[in-house]
């Protein structure tokens, strides 16, 4: 703890930081709960994701060698042009919110292009949006756990040092000028007293 002024003035102080550190701390705690909250929730739907997107990795797997014949190029119908974000807040912490990801438009010769393609274009488009979905998930969990960190790091700050700092240091000051205060209270009682001797040893005198 740094060093106090032992003074009426930095005896207010200390006792105005204590109020406002006990004021700012509950927000704080509140705001630390409430970010823990949502980040299992935002890493259990994350792991549900990563789950669904290896079964159906699995699934395109059964039919992935299809997609050798050079002559049908499916890449460019299944990578993903733009995805589209909602805004989140939590504890006054924004994120983004996956809503959808885009393609581009599906062209090719119906005639001549075999009739599983369009089930691959559906089933690699659905794999491409579940790893987009997951992409903004990991980035929305990283996001949380930084302002997690803070929010942790401050509550600490609050509870564990300035708030014993305040209340040490007002203790520390009520003692000195409780001292400072008895000491004058004696000192006046001793002068008191020099001045009635004083006084009656003039009468005798007299």
């Not at 994350?46 to 039919?63: C, P, Q, V």
């Not at 050079?70 to 006054?92: C, H, M, Y």
């Not at 690699?124 to 930084?146: G, P, Q, Y």
């Amino acid at each position: 703890m740094h060093k106090i002024k032992l003074t009426k003035g930095e005896l207010k102080k200390q006792r105005d930081d204590l109020r406002q550190y006990s004021r700012y701390l509950p927000t704080l705690q509140l705001k630390k709960q409430q970010l823990q909250i949502e980040i299992l929730h935002r890493v259990a739907t994350l792991n549900e994701k990563k789950k669904l997107a290896l079964e159906k990795y699995k699934i395109a797997g059964l039919w992935a060698g299809l997609l050798s014949d050079e002559s049908l190029d499916l890449k460019g119908f299944v990578k993903v042009e733009r995805v589209l974000t909602d805004p989140g807040n939590i504890a006054g912490v924004d994120f983004k919110v996956f809503k959808s990801a885009q393609f581009p438009e599906v062209e090719y010769d119906l005639f001549s292009t075999p009739l599983w393609v369009d089930r691959a274009v559906t089933e690699l488009r659905d794999i491409a949006s579940l790893n987009s979905e997951i992409a903004v998930l990991e980035e929305t969990v990283s996001v949380l756990r930084r302002e997690l960190r803070i929010a942790t790091q401050r509550v600490n700050l609050f509870e564990k040092v300035k708030i014993p700092e305040s209340e040490e240091a007002i203790r520390a000051i009520k003692i000195f000028i409780g001292d400072q205060m008895t000491n004058a209270v004696g000192r006046s009682k001793i002068a008191k007293k020099k001045i009635e001797q004083a006084a009656g040893e003039r009468l005798v005198s007299i």
